[in-house]
């Protein structure tokens, strides 16, 4: 290696390396493995991960470079300019088959039983690198399982020590939960303390576990992998529309794992969307449809209950029709429902079953910053939002901007636990935030960066200080140069207001407020997906109402008067628009349970029985040439009342509580994270209250009472009593303000 450059004709900030007789132009710094990878020649590795920190511990890489006596390991060993690597030459094989025989003395003869056969990379590796009969007769060493969760599964006498779970719980997820204990021949991979992991991102140590040592423990024995086809399709539980494979197996899904892009969930996944297949197959899915006769269900035809919705829907056209659909609900089935509200005469239609306060009209946005920037930016400003839960993988963006030198400040009215330090913090109550964004010493800040981000979330957005707080961060984005995020109440709450799924009469909450005579419920679990249950079902008790839902529930059964059934994105071929406002395509993949239909079918066959214009179509296909999009400016609604007597609410959604199919998945109600519906106050208070931890309060709001355990914690605003929504518990509790007095 010469003192001048190899290629003068390089930007200064690369080399010329030679791989195997190939010439290649590498970045200064980088390894040896990464320029062999972009070059497409193989280097077995086990504790290479280009998304970790590099360990250089498992040896499995080992190469053989001009002038060093010894083979170095790839992935530690930078480039050089004018260095020559073979991979495959006698010294290099000679060691990596060294390394492999290392590597299988202790490992157990579990290939027939293990989960990971037939996907394993010990096993791809040992095939070319290992041999027949091994040389050692020493016992096998046996290490002892630990329970670390309903999720993920261990086996740990697999484990081949090559620490991919210890950096990703440590560097990705932030939490810092598996490390290595003992020296030597005794080390071992675990938790500590023995508890379950607490990550929001755990399965995905078992995408990056090379060997057996972690596995899916939903998933456990139910299938081999060449059982399973690979469907592409996203994730429906936040607005970040993480892109995934289901693993179908007969028409069942059976797992689910990542599906690499890098400008949304990069090659990760949230234990939310992970696991939420589980929720498919609940006992109340609705297979068939159904006819309430005399306040008694029935299963009936499809064409008899296409006759009963038609008949509702006709007797109840115009302003006295309500169309409420689930912010979840797919672009195709969108656009469906704006043509089916158009031909029925009505303009009280609206996707924001969530948010309280509409006043200023406020519509979901995309990101002014794209998510794949976030980890760039200098300056986050966390508003109104428990990111970690909301959106994981946003919040793990953040997270490698912190890694890199940016300050994270946040406004909320509950100091919740991030997974990286914060720089700033103002905690008040839900009232004060829009008055927080104002702080001159933030906006100061705020200006001297380069690239900054102020994220909006749902305690936020569907508040009842909304608009408020709306306005105060366009202010601050205007003032400072910040770049606003609102987060999406909805995984398309983007594409539904792009196709027109808004009111030109009154919002979701006007809707409600001002009981209609009938109601279109498309997706929504009305006992715990709206903003203010109370007001809602007594709105929907009194109506008549055609349900296309996903589950018979109790509370659908309670106010509708048919059920059609429906398909869930697992099930469909459909769009989304995600936070980015990229539309991304999912595939189906499980089949529909009993007589269930996709959607679109339904209301295709429901616009056809009224005749309505724009239902002429026959297929998917035919469906997606007529998507335009609709320009809606929706009406202003009534800002809510917040003022009166009591303390404030602040209401984050439970992290294994935000939709119908999340609440039905057995593993993530069993989830440490998934706590127990309770009432949060700050110390100040509970002592104003004579209040002790573990105590019963009752929570009086204008629409019903809440009897909940109390907890206290100083990380809540005085004056202010924390909920998690999600739970029927919690559900009467959707006023701005709560009465509390001991059960």
Not at 348 to 364: G, M
Not at 571 to 581: H, P, Q, S, Y
């Amino acid at each position: 290696m010469s003192a001048q450059p190899v290629n003068p004709n390089l930007p200064p900030d690369h080399v010329t390396v030679f791989i195997d007789g190939v010439e290649m132009a590498a970045p200064k710094g980088s390894m040896i493995i990464q320029a062999a990878d972009k070059a497409g020649i193989a280097i077995p590795r086990f504790c290479y991960h280009d998304k970790l920190a590099i360990a250089a511990n498992c040896r499995m890489c080992l190469v053989e470079v001009e002038k060093m006596p010894k083979p170095a390991p790839a992935c530690a060993t930078p480039v050089m300019d004018g260095m020559k690597v073979v991979t495959r030459s006698e010294k290099a094989l000679k060691s990596q088959r060294n390394v492999m025989e290392f590597l299988l003395v202790n490992h157990p003869l579990d290939c027939p039983i293990c989960d990971q056969g037939g996907e394993c990379e010990l096993q791809d590796l040992s095939m070319g690198y290992g041999r027949s009969v091994s040389r050692f007769s020493e016992r096998k060493r046996v290490v002892p399982d630990e329970d670390i969760g309903p999720l993920v599964a261990t086996e740990m006498t697999r484990c081949i020590q090559c620490t991919r779970c210890v950096r990703f719980t440590a560097e990705i997820a932030g939490t810092y939960e598996l490390g290595g204990m003992y020296r030597g021949e005794n080390l071992q991979i675990g938790t500590f303390d023995g508890k379950p992991l607490t990550t929001e991102l755990s399965g995905n140590v078992i995408d990056v576990c090379p060997v057996g040592a972690l596995t899916n423990k939903v998933f456990q024995f139910k299938a081999r992998p060449w059982e399973l086809t690979a469907r592409e399709s996203l994730g429906y539980h936040d607005a970040l529309g993480s892109n995934l494979f289901l693993h179908v197996r007969r028409g069942d899904v059976l797992r689910t794992v990542p599906r690499d892009n890098e400008a949304v969930n990069e090659c990760w996944l949230s234990d939310r969307d992970r696991y939420s297949h589980q929720g498919l197959y609940a006992e109340d899915r609705a297979q068939r449809p159904m006819v309430k006769d005399g306040g008694e269900w029935r299963e009936a035809s499809w064409d008899e209950a296409m006759a009963r919705a038609a008949k509702i829907l006709r007797d109840n056209g115009g302003d006295n029709l309500g169309v409420l659909a689930h912010p979840a609900t797919s672009n195709e089935e969108g656009a469906l429902l704006a043509r089916l509200a158009e031909a029925l005469g009505t303009g009280n239609l609206d996707h924001r079953i969530s948010q309280h306060d509409l006043s200023d009209a406020a519509v979901a946005e995309t990101f002014a910053m794209p998510v794949a920037e976030i980890d760039k930016a200098d300056l986050v400003v966390i508003v109104g939002s428990n990111l970690r839960h909301e959106l994981p993988l946003v919040h793990q963006r953040v997270r490698k901007a912190f890694n890199r030198g940016a300050k994270v400040h946040v406004v909320n009215p509950v100091d919740f636990d991030f997974t990286f330090d914060v720089a700033g913090k103002r905690i008040v109550a839900p009232s004060q935030l829009a008055a927080a964004l104002g702080d001159e010493a933030l906006r100061e800040i705020a200006k001297n960066a380069t690239h900054a981000a102020i994220i909006v979330g749902a305690l936020a957005e569907n508040g009842p200080y909304a608009a408020a707080i709306r306005a105060a961060a366009k202010a601050f984005a205007d003032a400072t140069g910040a770049r606003l995020c609102r987060i999406p109440q909805g995984a398309n709450a983007v594409g539904l207001a792009r196709q027109g799924v808004l009111p030109s009469a009154r919002d979701a909450r006007g809707m409600l407020d001002e009981a209609r005579g009938a109601y279109i419920l498309y997706g929504i679990e009305p006992g715990l997906d709206f903003a203010d249950t109370a007001s809602a079902l007594r709105a929907l008790g009194a109506a008549q109402v055609v349900a296309f839902s996903h589950y018979a529930c109790r509370s659908t059964q309670a106010v509708a008067d048919v059920i059609l059934p429906i398909g869930l994105l697992p099930e469909v071929d459909a769009t989304l628009t995600n936070l980015d406002g990229i539309e991304q395509r999912a595939v189906s993949g499980g089949k529909l349970p009993g007589e269930a239909r996709p959607g679109w079918r339904v209301l295709r066959a429901l616009g056809g029985e009224l005749a309505a214009k724009g239902f002429e179509f026959t297929d998917l296909d035919g469906l997606r040439a007529g998507l335009q999009g609709r320009d809606v400016k929706p009406a202003a609604g009534r800002a809510p009342t917040a003022a009166g007597e009591g303390m404030e609410v602040a209401v984050s959604t439970a992290i294994y509580r935000s939709d119908a199919t999340v609440r039905r998945a057995p593993a993530l109600q069993s989830h440490p994270l998934n706590l127990e519906p309770r009432a949060v106050l700050h110390s100040s208070d509970a002592a104003a209250l004579g209040f002790t931890a573990g105590a019963v309060g009752k929570f009086s709001a204008g629409a019903g009472t809440a009897t909940l355990p109390v907890a206290i914690s100083d990380k809540v605003a005085p004056g202010t009593v924390w909920i998690e929504s999600g739970h029927g518990a919690t559900a009467p509790l959707g006023a701005a303000r709560v009465n509390v007095v001991r059960a």
